[in-house]
């Protein structure tokens, strides 16, 4: 249907494109690299976010390579935060899987996410952009010179047509089983369904996807894979001024391409350097594109026009960055792939229903498990604690902290802390004892004392000066022991004891088995009376 569609408009296509004022194309066969057809394919040129192949290109090198693994969290920098848009605006010291990222990175174009692949593949984006410029140099990308990892707007950024295709050939080539990710229609972050920028997905038959890239220096570019019949070319178009033009040019190139059985005589990796510098076509591309240019983050899934705002054209150079303009669905669909709107501008046709792949920040079950990225290490603007894991050495004393003074992160440790001399662990040690002849405690350790610690408390009668500071004023002098019971009742006042008399001469069993009771006095005139029970004596 979509090349049913496409047929009934290339005729229309042509007039309505032509060549852009300064672009460059090119199409090759993706298997023999033979080229197809070409419009000065060695100009150099300012890639934008054509870039991010690379950086795709790289980062799948490290999954290759095991240094990385696609479940991989990569902490977010506040550099890579702070990456202008077109952009997801995740947080620094949020994390994202390298697979989430590389989704969102090739789907959006996200300019933040770029740099947070960067990272976790280099270390740090002076490091990758020095891979980036030592692979091409390895591919024969001889008129590339990389600056950053997204493609925001450098004089000195640049690449050609040629460059593109080579880079092209070797993704595909290389990792034919990540293919879908230059290829995914729509991704779902969230609530938000963000589309796949290349205009040919979900709209030209066959279409493989890969990447777009728009700097108003640059004009619009698009890298387009397709296959048919058993076929698979890619197209080049740098320069187009605007994002319908260079769809609808990368759709004739590709169809005029797969309607040749034979190319030009040479393949693409014969074609010389250029030695040029990119030009700056910013003025095509707010004169001639009418000053309403498709960004890469404007595409939506219905039919689509361009609609003139204040600011001019949209992009990234120039301190441009934020004038992206508003987008609309056109009332009518026209069922063609691009069509022209009543305002003489070219509208692309609905795009074919796909179900958007979910991804999402954060880690993933597999997180944990998977390599660590090259940035995580002793980042504090991390979510989580990046130092290095706590490692117990044999033979070394244990740290009293968790993860030690030195740990930077959430649980870090700053203050100072002193191993326990006794607290070594020694040789050979397992998870239970002790397995060298050395490291062997005697027998008789556990008969001849208890084990020793630091700051145990040891034999010895304790004294003020023995005792930390503060101690002595705890210390109480032992109380009497409890006097001896009385032989004889002390004589109570009557009026003052609130007991009876009777209470008081009655004593308690204790008493009268403690008390034995006096012999009767001798007198002359009254005999003594006989003793009665539990009188008092």
């Known amino acids: 249907m979509i090349s049913s569609r496409l047929a009934a408009v290339l005729a229309f296509g042509l007039v309505l494109t032509g060549p852009a004022a300064a672009g460059t194309s090119l199409v090759i066969d993706a298997s023999s690299g033979a080229v197809l057809s070409a419009e000065n394919p060695s100009q150099a040129w300012h890639p934008a976010s054509t870039t991010k192949m690379?950086?795709?290109?790289?980062?799948?090198?490290?999954?290759?390579?095991?240094?990385?693994?696609?479940?991989?969290?990569?902490?977010?920098?506040k550099l890579a935060a702070s990456q202008p848009r077109v952009k997801v605006y995740i947080k620094a010291g949020q994390e994202i899987t390298?697979?989430?990222?590389?989704?969102?990175?090739?789907?959006?174009?996200?300019?933040?996410?770029?740099?947070?692949?960067?990272?976790g593949v280099g270390g740090n984006v002076e490091t990758f952009v020095g891979m980036m410029n030592a692979e091409a140099a390895r591919l024969g990308m001889r008129d590339t010179h990389f600056v950053n990892p997204n493609g925001w707007h450098s004089p000195d950024q640049q690449v050609s047509a040629r460059d593109l295709a080579i880079l092209a050939m070797a993704l595909m080539r290389e990792f034919p089983d990540y293919a879908d990710y230059w290829n995914t229609a729509s991704v779902q972050l969230g609530k938000q369904v963000l589309n796949n920028t290349n205009g040919l997905v979900g709209r030209y038959s066959g279409i493989n996807g890969m990447k777009t890239g728009f700097v108003c220096a640059s004009g619009f570019n698009v890298v387009a894979t397709a296959t048919r019949g058993g076929r698979t070319l890619i197209a080049v178009v740098l320069g187009a001024l605007s994002g319908a033009e260079r769809t609808v040019k990368a759709a004739q190139l590709l169809d005029e391409g797969f309607g040749k059985w034979g190319g030009l005589g040479y393949d693409v990796a014969s074609l010389p350097a250029s030695g040029t510098r990119a030009p700056n076509i910013c003025d095509d591309v707010r004169r001639k594109g009418g000053g309403a240019a498709l960004a890469d983050d404007v595409d939506v899934s219905g039919p689509i026009s361009a609609l003139t705002t204040a600011g001019g054209v949209g992009g990234n150079a120039d301190g441009a960055g934020d004038r992206f303009l508003a987008m609309s669905p056109q009332p009518r669909a026209t069922g063609a792939m691009a069509s022209r709107a009543p305002s003489g501008r070219i509208v692309l046709g609905p795009r074919a229903e796909t179900t958007p792949v979910p991804v999402a920040f954060g880690r993933t079950a597999g997180s944990a498990s998977a390599p660590l990225a090259a940035n995580a290490t002793g980042r504090p603007d991390s979510q989580f604690a990046r130092g290095a894991a706590p490692v117990i050495a044999p033979d070394k004393p244990v740290a009293a902290s968790l993860f030690g003074g030195g740990t930077p992160g959430l649980f870090s440790d700053t203050r100072p802390r002193t191993a326990s001399s006794n607290g070594g662990i020694p040789g050979a040690t397992t998870a239970f004892a002790p397995t060298g002849g050395a490291a062997q405690p005697p027998a008789d350790a556990f008969q001849a004392g208890p084990l020793k610690l630091q700051g145990a408390v040891q034999p010895g009668k304790a004294t003020a000066s023995s005792l930390r500071p503060g101690a002595a004023a705890g210390i109480r002098a032992a109380g009497r022991p409890p006097a001896k019971p009385l032989l004889a009742k002390p004589k109570s006042d009557s009026k003052t004891d609130p007991k009876s008399e009777a209470e008081k001469a009655k004593p308690g069993p204790t008493a009268a088995k403690l008390q034995p009771a006096k012999p009767p006095a001798k007198t002359k005139a009254t005999p003594a009376p006989k003793p009665k029970p539990n009188d008092d004596a």
């Open 98 to 119: 390298l697979d989430n990222a590389l989704r969102i990175m090739l789907v959006k174009s996200a300019n933040d996410i770029a740099y947070v692949v960067a990272e």
């Open 54 to 77: 690379m950086t795709t290109y790289l980062a799948l090198k490290a999954v290759r390579d095991r240094r990385l693994g696609l479940e991989t969290a990569i902490p977010v920098s």
